[in-house]
């Protein structure tokens, strides 16, 4: 699986956008960018995932740059609920093992 | 989507003991996965269990310290054998999303925290 680069750190006004920028620059045709969270003392919680295309769910929307390289994830309005720890994965999508190499991910907090 | 289940969700344990912790979910998985999560790092993955075989161990750990079962498609266990202070981490299990919508996601039960005194 590719390594990704992320800061460790960001800050942002509740009610503003997060824009959360991920490294990929190795990744492979075949590499799918998934998102996790984890607020603290929980379970990693899957965010959204795509390949090429900018993508939009409830939760958050992922660009993607026309090279591949790097990508953002955006959380619209951020909330106090969305402190946690994001993390931005690469991998093959359904490969055998759906191994995940988590980085460290960035701390996000949200201020009041 | 899973929703997954584990047991204990925290503990304190001496030293030398071991302890099994368990996670059982609410659909057939064919592979379940076991993460630790040592104090203020990222998941790191333990294992993969397959129904039906021995699991397999990522680098740097072995079946002697973590052993692991998986009997069914539901459920399975990690054991954290001989502990010591270093094995103080919180224990994640994980399972894939089924369904085509849902490949490729992990989705993790909430942890069990141990305490290694």
């Known amino acids: 699986d590719a390594k990704t680069t992320q800061p460790p750190s960001m800050d942002c006004a509740e009610g503003r956008a997060a824009n959360l920028p991920c490294n990929h620059s190795?990744?492979?045709?075949?590499?799918?960018v998934y998102w996790y969270r984890q607020i603290h003392s929980q379970g990693p919680q899957y965010i959204i995932h795509g390949l090429k295309n900018n993508e939009t769910n409830e939760m958050a929307s992922l660009i993607i740059t026309e090279d591949r390289k790097s990508s953002t994830l955006i959380l619209p309005h951020a909330t106090l609920r969305d402190t946690a720890v994001y993390y931005c994965?690469?991998?093959?999508?359904?490969?055998?093992?759906?191994?995940?190499?988590f980085g460290e991910g960035t701390q996000l907090t949200v201020n009041p | 989507s899973a929703v997954i289940s584990q047991k204990p969700s925290r503990d304190i344990c001496q030293r030398g003991t071991s302890l099994t912790i368990q996670c059982q979910v609410d659909?057939?998985?064919?592979?379940m996965f076991w993460y630790r999560q040592q104090p203020g790092q990222s998941l790191t993955l333990i294992a993969t269990a397959n129904q039906g075989s021995e699991a397999t161990y990522e680098s740097g750990f072995v079946i002697d310290k973590f052993p692991i079962s998986r009997p069914n498609l539901t459920f399975s266990t990690l054991t954290v054998s001989n502990m010591s202070p270093e094995d103080s981490s919180i224990y994640l299990c994980?399972?894939?999303?089924?369904?085509?919508?849902?490949?490729?996601?992990?989705?993790f039960g909430e942890g069990s925290r141990l305490t290694v005194l």
């Open positions: 190795t990744i492979s045709g075949n590499e799918y």
């Open positions: 994980s399972v894939e999303g089924r369904g085509q919508r849902h490949t490729g996601e992990l989705f």
């Open positions: 659909s057939q998985v064919t592979m």
């Open positions: 994965i690469v991998r093959v999508k359904g490969t055998s093992g759906s191994r995940l190499t």
